[in-house]
């Protein structure tokens, strides 16, 4: 909350886009590391590791920033692990966000 300056309605704000857009960009991550393409894995990747780095999602951020870089690197060994590991950062993400907005709200 400090980062927002205590501005809850902003942080409900950026967790409906996390919550509208996470879902379809983890989907384009998902289906360029089965189709091996990393070319189109890059802006996936990179758009939600900078979403993820708004709310300091550590272990979620750094999956994606990995993808990014193997991407980059036209490098997709491990990539379904990161995929596995992004998956369930987002996850945890999600239920933390709503803990924490469903407090402030009490």
């Not at 980062?3 to 960009?25: K, N, V």
């Not at 939600?48 to 920033?65: R, S």
């Amino acid at each position: 909350m400090e980062h927002i300056d205590g501005d809850l309605e902003f942080l409900e704000e950026s967790i409906e886009i996390l919550q509208e857009d996470g879902p379809a960009l983890l989907a384009e991550i998902r289906a360029a590391i089965d189709a091996q393409d990393a070319e189109a894995l890059v802006r996936p990747a990179h758009t939600l590791k900078g979403m993820l780095a708004n709310f300091f999602a550590g272990t979620a951020k750094d999956a994606a920033a990995d993808l990014e870089r193997r991407a980059r690197e036209d490098r997709l060994d491990g990539a379904a692990e990161l995929l596995v590991e992004l998956d369930a950062g987002l996850a945890q993400l999600g239920d933390e966000l709503q803990a924490f907005v469903g407090a402030r709200r009490e």
